[in-house]
């Protein structure tokens, strides 16, 4: 029973077009993450959700938009694709004032 | 900005050897993590470091912080080709219970 899942796991779309990540936990923690990974390998945090309320939104573009139905799911749309937002965006939780994350297996989004 | 810094980013070695990964950070922290990254994979949380000269060990791996100079290091003794992977350390923004910023992270590849 996987933890942190998120769908899908592989993206390919043009640029230009609408996309949208889900992600889900059964930990029942309290906040959630997405983080974006670059072909670097480099780990930027994008934005947080406690308890269905944004407490971190980082320097992202507008076309960037997280929604969280419920403390359990957090998901990530983004508008009009640009090259430059290929990379794997990983879903991460934790309960808060702990730090710990735990993270989903990632969604490589590859946009052409 | 707190800034994470991991030395080095990348990291040969035979099996069999030691070697220590180090991590500084640029603003007080009293909370650091490490997390291993297989290729393709998700990350796996390795240890939690919650004081000032915090020591942790689990198997081949020893990780260490000082909260005075900043500094966590990792320490692999023997390593063997099943600790090939990237590893990043983590540290929490004061006064922000729930942002991580990560390290560079290290590249290590153990060769036989």
């Known amino acids: 029973d996987t933890a942190v899942s998120q769908t899908p796991k592989y993206l390919v779309t043009q640029m230009g077009n609408d996309k949208s990540i889900k992600c889900e936990q059964n930990?029942?923690?309290?906040?959630m993450y997405w983080y974006k990974q670059d072909s670097k390998k480099f780990l930027k945090i994008m934005f947080s959700y406690n308890n269905k309320e944004l407490i971190i939104n980082e320097t992202v573009p507008n076309r960037f938009s997280p929604k969280s139905p419920d403390k359990a799911h957090l998901n990530l749309h983004i508008n009009s694709l640009e090259l430059g937002d290929s990379a794997v965006y990983f879903c991460a939780s934790s309960q808060a004032g702990i730090g710990e994350l735990f993270f989903g297996e990632g969604s490589r989004l590859t946009v052409l | 900005e707190l800034k994470v810094e991991q030395n080095p980013l990348f990291l040969s070695m035979q099996e069999g050897k030691n070697y220590t990964i180090y991590c500084n950070y640029s603003?007080?922290?009293?909370?650091l993590y490490w997390y291993r990254q297989d290729p393709g994979k998700s990350l796996e949380s390795l240890f939690v470091l919650l004081s000032n000269g915090a020591v942790k060990q689990e198997g081949r791996l020893m990780a260490s912080l000082d909260t005075k100079a900043r500094l966590s290091t990792l320490h692999i003794t023997a390593a063997v080709h099943d600790l090939s992977a990237t590893y990043f350390c983590?540290?929490?923004?004061?006064?922000?219970?729930?942002?991580?910023?990560f390290g560079t992270g290290t590249r290590l590849q153990v060769t036989l």
């Open positions: 983590a540290v929490v923004l004061p006064g922000t219970a729930s942002k991580l910023t």
């Open positions: 603003t007080t922290s009293d909370r």
């Open positions: 930990l029942g923690h309290d906040t």
